[in-house]
């Protein structure tokens, strides 16, 4: 099986390939951005860095499908937490997405639906979900399932956090998975979304110094997730 692995950040994917002791076998460089492939066990494993944002997301998402044919996407990362329930290092397995920041509600219809397109929200692999969840307990943190809301934005205002938790009954919030999503919505591809809190996206404070703080030890317990469903897949 041919698995690509999508980070916006070079210190969420170092967190991966540390958890699985992984040596490149190959690297391509395609529009000013680097993929790794590497083999482990039965397994190919394409990486790639896209950046911080939903275009840099969907960029890298497209150009690894059309160069590497995976069977599968995973997104692995950190986000912002819109629940009080769920605390730093508690892990959001993404049900679905929305992209929370597109807009054109003047035409009657509801934020976050993409113009022309079928679906409110880009669902994930429930398959590899489940896999997730069935197989792995974090001894400190929890594993939900829950709705990640993605846009350009770095949500660090208590008000902006709990209005995307109401509009949207999401747990979660970040800047890449929902464009990851969409993507391959449209390449009918499965894809899973498996993201870590650094942040409560401002309802204690400054998200900021949060994040900063918080985004090594998130991103460690995202890699978890990944290293076990790797061996489960």
Do not use: W
Request: net charge negative; aromatic share 6%.
């Amino acid at each position: 099986m041919i698995l690509g692995i999508i980070c916006a950040m070079q210190e969420e994917l170092d967190e991966i390939t540390k958890e699985l002791a992984l040596t490149p076998v190959n690297r391509i460089d395609l529009c000013s951005n680097s993929y790794s492939v590497y083999t482990s066990g039965s397994h190919t494993i394409v990486s790639g860095v896209c950046g911080i944002g939903k275009v840099n997301a969907a960029v890298t998402t497209q150009l690894m499908i059309d160069k590497f044919t995976p069977d599968k996407i995973i997104n692995v990362g950190v986000a912002g937490s819109l629940s009080q329930n769920l605390v730093f290092g508690d892990v959001v397995i993404a049900e679905d997405l929305v992209q929370h920041d597109f807009d054109i509600t003047p035409f009657g219809v509801r934020l976050g639906q993409i113009a022309r397109m079928d679906t409110f929200s880009f669902p994930t692999d429930s398959s590899v979900n489940k896999l997730i969840l069935d197989n792995l307990a974090l001894p400190e943190n929890k594993i939900v399932l829950g709705r990640i809301v993605s846009g350009d934005q770095f949500i660090d205002d208590k008000s902006k956090a709990e209005f995307l938790a109401k509009e949207f009954d999401a747990v979660a919030c970040e800047m890449e998975g929902a464009a990851i999503a969409h993507v391959c919505y449209l390449n009918k591809l499965p894809v899973c979304v498996i993201r870590s809190l650094s942040d409560m996206a401002g309802q204690d404070g400054e998200a900021i110094h949060s994040f900063n703080d918080l985004k090594f030890m998130a991103a460690a317990r995202a890699a978890k997730v990944v290293v076990n469903l790797l061996e489960h897949i």
